[in-house]
């Protein structure tokens, strides 16, 4: 059973960036192919990107492209999403799911980001 | 980029009536569409994967079928738990992750 464990809700600035983290258990980070999915308050599901084992690289939404950088550190099964140059739309809560043939069988607890100034 | 049509945005039901949710794809996706139930302040959950398989430990009065472009989520009979909302979700490798816009299903 795969268990995914966040860090906890921020509160930045506008134009500073966040790093969440989504810690691993009861599988290995390699095992698994984790992505990011966002929601802002009262709006739907928005999937952000993830890694692609068949290609061996992260694949991000055009949206988030160049502004956001999906990492991993195996050594502790611990996956990270960073948004830089954050605004009031950024404003969501961030989950990691784990991505298994072509959906999300375990999610994170989520993490609430809050851009304020 | 396929675009995933779900409707109705919200509907009311009564306890132990049936409840229905599309949701329409802009191209053939052939049976590569999920359902989610998301309940407030709470991570999705899987409920059906392929268009039609029940996931593990899911009640069977939830169903999902249709393939191509028009798929249905159905609950059987309308129970106060299932009060979330529920999203469709696509995947290929040829194109973005994306939701449907979500149902809100109130009693």
């Known amino acids: 059973q795969v268990q995914l464990v966040q860090s906890g809700a921020e509160v930045k600035k506008p134009g500073a960036s966040v790093k969440v983290s989504c810690k691993v258990s009861g599988y290995t980070l390699t095992e698994l192919s984790m992505h990011w999915v966002r929601q802002a308050p009262g709006k739907g599901l928005e999937w952000m990107g993830g890694?692609?084992?068949?290609?061996?690289?992260?694949i991000y939404a055009q949206k988030f492209q160049g502004r956001v950088t999906m990492t991993e550190d195996t050594s502790t099964d611990t996956a990270y999403m960073e948004v830089s140059s954050l605004t009031s739309e950024d404003t969501a809560v961030y989950y990691c799911?784990?991505?298994?043939?072509?959906?999300?069988?375990?999610w994170g607890q989520g993490t609430l980001v809050t851009v304020s100034s | 980029d396929i675009q995933m049509t779900q409707s109705p945005s919200s509907l009311s039901a009564s306890v132990g009536h049936r409840v229905t949710i599309t949701c329409q794809a802009s191209?053939?996706?052939?049976?590569?569409l999920n359902w989610y139930q998301q309940k407030p302040g709470k991570a999705p959950k899987v409920l059906i994967s392929d268009a039609s398989n029940l996931e593990t430990g899911v009640p069977s009065r939830f169903s999902g079928s249709g393939s191509g472009t028009d798929f249905t989520f159905t609950i059987s009979s309308l129970q106060p738990e299932d009060i979330a909302t529920y999203y469709c979700q696509h995947y290929d490798n040829l194109h973005p992750i994306t939701f449907g816009q979500g149902t809100r299903l109130e009693i």
């Open positions: 799911a784990e991505f298994y043939r072509s959906y999300f069988p375990s």
């Open positions: 191209q053939d996706i052939s049976n590569y």
């Open positions: 890694f692609d084992p068949e290609d061996g690289e992260t």
